[in-house]
């Protein structure tokens, strides 16, 4: 199980170098407050003294410590080719010949007790731990300031040694309440929030400082690890500075878990004093003097305290964290893997040869642009209708619900048709249905289905600019890449669209003027409610027989027009008798001129009545002049009854039957309409923009000199495959490090 914590030194190597915080990797998270013995833990457990130390924040980046075991006849990590490194970097006018005998075995890693490197010197060897720990100041300076300013960025320093047990520490600023230097005010909560970052991976092991001389019930340590660890299961207390606490107390209660009981165990241990450190002190005296204080005052406890326990403790924890969380650690990497290859597959490979390339993104484009109008693309949208199913629902939901909802007789009032049936058969008066009446109304009713087929022109032009950013995944990806050929191609695809449109609409002005060209009374669907005009027609003629028995002569006696009062005074007599009184009538008079003051009085100045609109003065005059109700009084109220009953019965059933020929008709033209329509718009926009797409976008396109510098690759496409490709082959070294881990290193 040794080997485990190697494993994870080099999965945190590898993912050091991508800087990624996406694997979260089992470690120790040292946490505590300011001054409460973090670092002198911490240096304890290496056994030399190389972090910066003082009064006040001394820690104020994170500092990832890995601690290797390097035993003197290992192999792995002592290797002659650091040494000519080293040297080279510190000597330039180093002389392998004559230095080799000098400082390859004295200098070198070979014989080496101990030696660290940090991340950011590479390769560099630090054997003097002095230089680490001035390494540390000025790299924390570079990046915090000088003046007790905090970064969240970490310091990578790994310590080879054999006197080390294998681990990975975390060492991160201790708590504070009161900004001092150039610290902002809120100092506090960013400590804490780069704690709880921190300490917040499950897969890390919580190391809880608290001094001895200071409440247990007060530790900020405690709080803050209980917080994100309530069971208690990934947290081990150390309480620091057993020898300075008050006389006549002692920690035994708080040791043994009786004051606050922590679920993986309290450890307390012995620390240098600042007059140590000053004074030099060695760790192996420190750890000397901390035995024998533990067996003075703890003896019963001794052998479960005291550093070399805690680093045992700390060693035997590690080990058996990772083994538990290695089986996810595993999958996670496997699935960040797959996650990482398709992201670098949809940025696509470097550009090589252009014109290649160029012509392949538009066979491409050209291919998915069809496919997403014939309905056949790889990825169909979910969310909403595109491409040639929106197009669908245009014809046939909008255009076709548009016609349905227009009325035949929309706009057209019976007025309307009244008036067009007495203009149309000028001084005559309408004995029959007029047949330019009925053109000109339904010609009327039939112009208003050109606007709603220009508007599904208008829609369907706009789905196809629209099929542009809705035509594959693969193919928007490629438009991400190169910003400057996607313009193009959309300045194409527009221009193709815009250069279609007016031969559409003028299609589709022309069917609805081809129906108005020729209104064909003989179409087969028409042909039935046209031969109710004749059946109409002879019902209004028994009606006038029935009432009128004037009409009955067909070859009347001419007479003067002296005779008409005789006809008036017929006419009085009339009503009691309905035998021979009427034959002096029409003997008496020619036939026409009986008829030819009656018609007019009865079809114009009697249909109104039955309408809202009024006649005008003037024509009011007109229609009583005509009729003779000037000087013919008796006249008129003789013929009233029979005659205008006659007149306007004709009228409204003339009415009618020009109302029920249009709407036969309107919805003839209005289904050929809605049949014609959708088709002009496939033959002249949809399929030709289908078929000449791509050698449109070869013309305008591949042909250009522009080409080259439309394949210029945007720079923030470019920045994220690199580091894409850093990333998948950062997990793909870690996968090859965790399969290395075989059953028994497990156990």
């Not at 929309?410 to 309408?430: C, E, H, K």
């Not at 007016?502 to 589709?508: G, L």
């Not at 007599?573 to 003997?587: D, F, G, H, Y």
Request: net charge neutral; proline share 5%.
């Amino acid at each position: 199980m040794e080997a485990l914590i190697p494993v994870i030194n080099k999965l945190q190597d590898v993912f050091n170098t991508v800087g990624a915080d996406a694997i979260q990797l089992p470690q120790i998270i040292v946490l505590g407050t300011q001054s409460s013995g973090k670092s002198s833990v911490i240096e304890s457990l290496v056994g030399r003294s190389f972090l910066p130390r003082g009064p006040g924040i001394v820690t104020r980046r994170p500092l990832v410590l890995q601690l290797v075991y390097s035993p003197k006849d290992s192999k792995e990590h002592r290797s002659a080719e650091e040494v000519y490194r080293h040297q080279e970097t510190e000597n330039l006018s180093w002389n392998p010949l004559v230095q080799l005998s000098q400082t390859v075995f004295s200098k070198g890693t070979i014989n080496l007790e101990e030696w660290g490197k940090f991340l950011h010197t590479k390769e560099r060897i630090h054997a003097n731990f002095d230089e680490i720990r001035q390494e540390i100041e000025r790299e924390t300076d570079r990046m915090a300031g000088s003046n007790k300013g905090i970064c969240p960025e970490p310091i990578n320093l790994k310590i080879y040694s054999t006197r080390v047990v294998n681990l990975t520490l975390v060492d991160l600023p201790g708590v504070t309440k009161v900004p001092i230097g150039d610290q902002p005010e809120d100092i506090e909560s960013q400590i804490r929030n780069l704690i709880i970052k921190y300490i917040s991976n499950p897969n890390s092991i919580i190391l809880a400082v608290t001094a001895a001389n200071t409440d247990m019930a007060t530790s900020e340590a405690i709080k803050m690890a209980k917080e994100v660890d309530p069971d208690g299961r990934r947290t081990l207390a150390v309480v620091t500075k057993l020898d300075l606490m008050d006389a006549g107390t002692d920690a035994i209660d708080i040791l043994c878990g009786r004051v606050i009981p922590v679920k993986l165990g309290i450890i307390g241990v012995v620390n240098r004093s600042q007059q140590d450190i000053i004074d030099k002190k060695t760790i192996e005296d420190a750890l000397k003097d901390e035995a024998t204080y533990l067996q003075r005052k703890y003896p019963t406890i001794a052998t479960r305290n005291g550093t070399p326990y805690l680093a045992k403790t700390l060693n035997r924890l590690l080990m058996h964290h990772i083994r538990d969380c290695l089986p996810e650690l595993k999958v996670r990497v496997n699935v960040m893997i797959s996650q990482f290859q398709s992201l670098l597959n949809s940025y696509g490979e470097d550009v090589s040869d252009k014109s290649q390339t160029l012509l392949q993104i538009i066979t491409k484009f050209a291919s998915a642009y069809c496919s997403t109008i014939e309905g056949t693309a790889r990825n169909i949208e979910t969310t909403e209708l595109c491409g040639g199913a929106r197009i669908c629902y245009i014809f046939h939901e909008t255009f076709g619900r548009t016609l349905d909802s227009i009325h035949p007789l929309v706009g057209l009032s019976r007025m309307d048709i009244l008036t067009a049936i007495r203009n149309a058969t000028g001084p005559r008066p309408a004995l029959f249905v007029p047949e330019v009446s009925f053109e000109l109304l339904v010609k009327r009713q039939i112009r208003r289905l050109e606007d709603p087929s220009l508007r599904c022109v208008e829609l369907v032009h706009e789905e196809m600019q629209r099929i542009v950013q809705h035509c594959g995944t693969e193919v928007q990806q490629e438009m991400q890449r190169f910003p400057r050929l996607h313009q193009r191609i959309v300045d194409v695809v527009t221009q193709l669209l815009r250069t279609r449109l007016p031969a559409t609409n003028s299609m589709v002005e022309n069917l609805v003027a081809i129906e108005l060209a020729y209104i064909n009374t003989k179409h087969p669907d028409f042909h039935r409610e046209a031969a109710l005009v004749s059946g109409l027609l002879k019902s209004t003629d028994g009606l006038v027989e029935e009432h009128s028995p004037m009409y009955r002569q067909k070859t009347p006696r001419p007479t003067s027009t002296p005779h008409i009062p005789a006809i008036t005074d017929g006419h009085d007599r009339s009503p009691p008798s309905n035998e021979s009184p009427a034959t002096p009538q029409v003997n008496g008079s020619p036939e026409n001129k009986a008829m030819t003051p009656q018609k007019p009085v009865n079809l114009l100045p009697e249909v109104p009545s039955h309408t809202s609109r009024k006649l005008s003065d003037r024509e009011q005059h007109d229609c009583d002049v005509i009729g003779g109700r000037s000087d013919h009084t008796t006249y008129q109220k003789c013929n009233t009854k029979t005659v205008e009953g006659i007149s306007m019965m004709h009228l409204n059933q003339m009415g009618d039957l020009v109302e029920r020929l249009i709407k036969s008709y309107f919805y003839i033209v209005r289904k050929s309409i809605k049949d014609s329509v959708p088709k002009a718009v496939m033959h002249f926009l949809v399929n030709f923009v289908k078929d000449n797409l791509q050698s449109e976008l070869v013309t305008h396109l591949y042909k250009s000199d522009q080409a080259e510098n439309m394949l210029n690759e945007s720079e923030h496409i470019a920045q994220r495959r690199k580091e894409a490709a850093d990333m998948l082959k950062a997990l793909q070294r870690a996968s090859q490090i965790i399969s290395e881990i075989r059953e028994t290193h497990m156990w």
